[in-house]
């Protein structure tokens, strides 16, 4: 099977602080991978090791077979990425911000795209605001429809649901499964475990080190038991 | 052009947001007035204002530019910004132009603000070549300015790194330029010093286009100078994103 994205041995540190040890895991596509372990277990760092934004102090990371740093143009194209601290310009309104990012990835049918995610993501009433006058949780919303606008083959999401209320949070699940499917691959942090139900595979987290690495379908007690009982 | 793209962003952020219009424009106006206040208060003897007075408001120019745009910069390394940028593609090269054109469309309209402020509180009596060569001086100095601005900030990724930057370009850049102690007194290792920033080369285009006689040929040297020196920080600002970025 295709590996989108692999880390080779990965490790991070700030100063003393190992904040990722020596991780080694492959992405396929078809497949949402849910990042889970306790706060501080270097979920959000691993993430961006994996975009390639934050360079590892030891070992690789390969997007489509290749370094980060030598992807194309086209290639870069293809990631998305919602960070955790949002990653929008809160003096800017919802449409403004959604055109920015719309023409830096030379969107065609921009306006259709546009109206696409935000109806997707119920952002209808929001469109004229300007993002720092918004709820959390809308902020959220719009971070990740800035993300979805060119449909990128792979999608890093650092905790995207966060603040989103459930009705909606369940759309967003049902539409990345959907999303998937096509060929495409989904890695998000998380700290919600009835959302690691729409994830087919489990990867757990602690101190910086993967300890798990498993099926969805492989874990057969709920998932809080399976998760407690793994970081113990 | 993604630099477009950029810098058009820049614009219309810096439309909604009143307090950096404030910062940008208003500021610097308000400090010609306080530069005024201070001349007009000095001994008969030091009053010679266009001495002085030109070359201050110029390095007003370089204080504001700076600071503006490193603070914004750094913000958007914060917010995430600039990694999202990062991840559409763009190049290290068309990042920094876009902010650059960005940021020179503010940095223009200060330039226009204080130069015309400054000859009506200082009532000088300057022809039309006067006032072009000193906008243009104060124009290139914006440019240097907000490519230092945009070095400081490539070279740091907090707010609190930053703070060590500002006196340590500011001030050498405001003592050891010949903006308020004649150049050829200073010891040999603060006139190198003086050299390594834009205001030496602004100090002495404006010295030679605001003498009695008034030496064009000197004064376009020194602008190509500081053109150079701006297209040096521009290839430099390029170079260590790329570093930052692919080698690091």
Redesign the interface.
């Known amino acids: 099977m295709e590996n989108l994205v692999e880390a080779i041995n990965v490790s991070k540190s700030y100063g003393k602080v190992r904040a990722v040890d020596s991780v080694s895991v492959s992405f396929q596509k078809n497949n949402i991978y849910a990042l889970m372990g306790p706060n501080g277990a270097g979920k959000s760092t691993f993430i ?1 090791l994996l ?1 390639g ?1 934050t ?1 590892a102090t030891q070992g690789e990371v390969k997007i489509f077979g290749k370094s980060p ?1 030598h ?7 293809q ?3 919602v ?10 309104s919802v449409r ?1 911000n959604l055109a ?2 719309a ?3 030379r969107i065609k049918n921009r306006e259709a795209r546009i109206d696409s995610v935000i109806e997707l993501l119920k952002l209808e009433e929001h469109v004229k605001r ?1 993002v720092g006058n918004l709820s959390g949780g809308t902020k959220k919303k719009v971070s990740l429809a ?1 993300t979805l606008l060119n449909e990128p083959k792979i999608l890093f999401l650092d905790e995207p649901t966060v603040g989103i209320e459930p009705e909606l949070r369940k759309n967003i699940w049902d539409y990345l499964k959907s999303y998937v499917k096509e060929d495409r691959l989904v890695i998000i942090t998380t700290h919600q475990f009835d959302e690691s139900n729409y994830a087919d595979k489990i990867l757990l987290m602690k101190e910086g080190k993967l300890i798990k690495n498993i099926s969805k379908s492989e874990i057969s007690v709920p998932i809080e038991e399976f998760f407690y009982e793994a970081i113990e | 052009m993604k630099a477009l793209i950029i810098s058009r962003r820049i614009i219309k952020q810096t439309i909604n947001d009143k307090q950096l219009i404030f910062l940008s424009f208003f500021i610097p106006v308000g400090y010609i007035f306080l530069v005024s206040i201070f001349f007009d208060a000095l001994p008969s003897t030091l009053q010679n204002q266009e001495v002085y007075a030109v070359p201050v408001s110029v390095f007003l120019v370089q204080f504001v530019t700076f600071i503006l745009s490193v603070l914004v910069w750094v913000g958007e390394k914060r917010n995430n910004t600039l990694d999202r940028i990062y991840l559409t593609g763009i190049n290290n090269l068309s990042m920094t132009l876009g902010y650059l054109i960005g940021y020179l469309a503010i940095a223009t309209i200060q330039v226009v603000l204080i130069v015309i402020t400054m000859i009506n509180v200082f009532s000088f009596d300057y022809s039309i070549e006067k006032i072009i060569a000193v906008t243009y001086i104060s124009w290139l100095m914006a440019i240097a300015s907000v490519l230092i601005g945009l070095l400081v900030s490539n070279l740091t990724s907090r707010e609190d790194q930053v703070i060590p930057f500002v006196p340590l370009i500011l001030i050498p850049s405001f003592l050891f330029s010949g903006m308020v102690v004649t150049y050829d007194k200073l010891p040999i290792g603060a006139q190198l010093i003086g050299k390594l920033f834009p205001a030496y080369y602004a100090n002495n285009a404006l010295e030679y286009i605001l003498s009695v006689n008034i030496d064009y040929s000197s004064f376009y040297s020194e602008a190509y100078i500081l053109i150079f020196y701006c297209i040096a920080l521009l290839l430099v600002n390029a170079l260590v994103g790329y570093i930052k970025r692919v080698l690091s």
């Open positions: 961006k975009t934004i360079k740093s992807l194309s143009t086209q290639e870069y194209a990631l998305g990425y960070p955790q601290e949002l990653g929008m310009y809160e003096n800017l403004d920015f990012f023409d830096l990835l300007k800035i």
